[in-house]
């Protein structure tokens, strides 16, 4: 089988093309990205395709760039393929990002192929990652611990991107250049990338010398590794369907900084479904992304192992709480209320909290409250204005229905009220007297009796953007 039968093969086994696509290819110059233009060239027609070109310059080799931009231009003009060259700021991203040159050059390389995509109305990206480039990627993330979906490899298709080489290996691709040359095209080249040369990258390492050196001993090893990675592939996405339907279930809230997980049945859920849950939460949440592969596992020892109230401080800002039926993950910091004052009819915003308090005086019962988001008290045994505060180390009261003083901090202990939302709750006093638990419960000294004569009533009202969360 030749090359382009074997790109065949693969386009229509994965399904890369749709008919009438307009495709970009992100072009190099080097053999892999030159041997996936000339292959869809050769395609276009039996997959109606519309072609477009872009190359990339990462501003990392000056002195070779211009040389490789005129040769794709050259390349592409003779072939009528739309070309686009597009220039991006690795070292400047890394200084303000602090990733490695490598991370940083494939982040802004993709950033590129989805903004020239836009631009020109192309619906899929072309990539020319071969076979080795998936037996090398497999051996990376191997050598650095990676777990199974990143044994998986490189996937041939993600979204718009596709990558009709995958199965291809680089001697095949240099074979199928030099075939051309010699039959067709006797003019054609290509230019080597001399970072490729470079042994201080470990990709290059791995390619120069470990590949090297497992070759001479199996030479098929190319296809072993890549038939693992497909094996791992089909296996992956079986469990990604798994965790889809146990994700839906856990979810509480979810914001752009933070994700709740119901503890229950989170903390049932056997460990290797419970990694890639935990893994698929927190790359939904924009702010979470970056958490690494030890920290997932930190996560699972404090879901499995934890007490209420345990928490992990993690890299960037990141926050982890086992509450008593919640995990939250998030980068939000604890909000803490201000200090308000209340008079009778009246309320006031408790923006922290994302309610209103509203306090009114009846000269007789109307209903009775539940003490938490209602709760009444002798009008005559208070003293306004009411003062609104958070919590004070220290503070305690006379719990309605307790008989007896109580610290606070006990209180939201017994009440299970999450650690991190506990400076969020309005703290109703008379002069230094709490008097309310706003939310929770009211204070027995201040009660409504059979001789009170006025009685205060206090509201909650949540806000309607709360309402809608």
Not at 44 to 49: G, I, S, V, Y
Not at 119 to 136: C, F, M, P, R
């Amino acid at each position: 089988m030749d090359l382009i039968q074997k790109v065949h093969k693969t386009i229509l086994g994965y399904s890369m093309l749709s008919g009438k696509d307009h495709v970009l290819i992100g072009l190099s110059g080097g053999p892999d990205s030159v041997c996936l233009a000339i292959v869809m060239d050769r395609l276009k027609t039996e997959f109606n395709l519309s072609l477009s070109a872009v190359y990339i310059d990462h501003g990392l080799r000056p002195d070779e760039i211009k040389g490789e931009i005129d040769f794709c231009k050259r390349f592409c003009d003779d072939r009528q393929i739309d070309f686009y060259s597009r220039s991006v700021d690795v070292r400047t991203y890394v200084r303000d990002k602090g990733s490695n040159v490598q991370q940083a050059a494939r982040e802004l390389r993709y950033r590129v192929y989805e903004e020239m995509a836009n631009q020109v109305g192309a619906s899929k990206i072309v990539l020319g990652h071969n076979a080795d480039d998936q037996a090398e990627t497999v051996l990376m993330r191997l050598l650095r611990g990676s777990g199974r979906k990143g044994l998986s490899g490189i996937p041939p298709v993600r979204s718009e991107i596709i990558r009709p080489l995958i199965d291809c290996s680089r001697k095949e691709i240099e074979d199928f250049i030099s075939d051309v040359r010699a039959i067709h095209e006797s003019s054609l080249n290509y230019v080597v990338d001399s970072s490729n040369l470079k042994e201080d990258y470990f990709r290059n390492w791995i390619r120069l010398k470990f590949m090297d050196e497992i070759k001479t001993r199996n030479p098929s090893v190319i296809h072993d590794i890549c038939r693992t990675a497909d094996i791992i592939r089909e296996e992956d996405d079986y469990l990604e369907i798994v965790v889809t339907k146990t994700l839906m279930r856990l979810i509480s809230r979810k914001s752009d900084s933070s994700i709740e997980l119901f503890l229950v049945p989170l903390g049932t859920i056997e460990k290797p479904v419970l990694r890639r849950v935990l893994r698929r939460a927190i790359d939904a949440v924009k702010g979470l992304r970056g958490i690494d592969f030890v920290h997932v596992e930190d996560i699972m020892k404090l879901i499995k192992k934890g007490r209420s109230g345990d928490r992990l401080d993690l890299p960037k800002g990141i926050r982890v709480i086992k509450d008593y039926s919640l995990l939250k993950i998030s980068t939000e910091e604890p909000a803490r209320i201000g200090e308000y004052e209340l008079q009778p009819s009246s309320e006031v915003q408790i923006r922290e909290a994302g309610i209103r308090l509203k306090a009114v005086v009846d000269a007789e019962l109307q209903q009775e409250t539940d003490g938490k988001t209602e709760a009444l008290f002798d009008a005559d045994a208070v003293r306004f204005p009411l003062k609104i505060r958070p919590r004070f180390e220290g503070d305690f009261f006379y719990p309605s229905g307790f008989g007896k003083r109580k610290k606070l901090q006990d209180f939201f202990v017994d009440e299970k009220v999450p650690r991190d939302e506990r400076d969020r709750v309005p703290i109703v006093l008379s002069e230094n007297d709490i008097i309310w638990i706003a939310g929770y419960r009211a204070d027995d000294r201040f009660k409504v009796t059979g001789k009170t004569e006025n009685i205060l009533r206090l509201i909650i009202i949540e806000n309607d953007n709360k309402k809608s969360n």
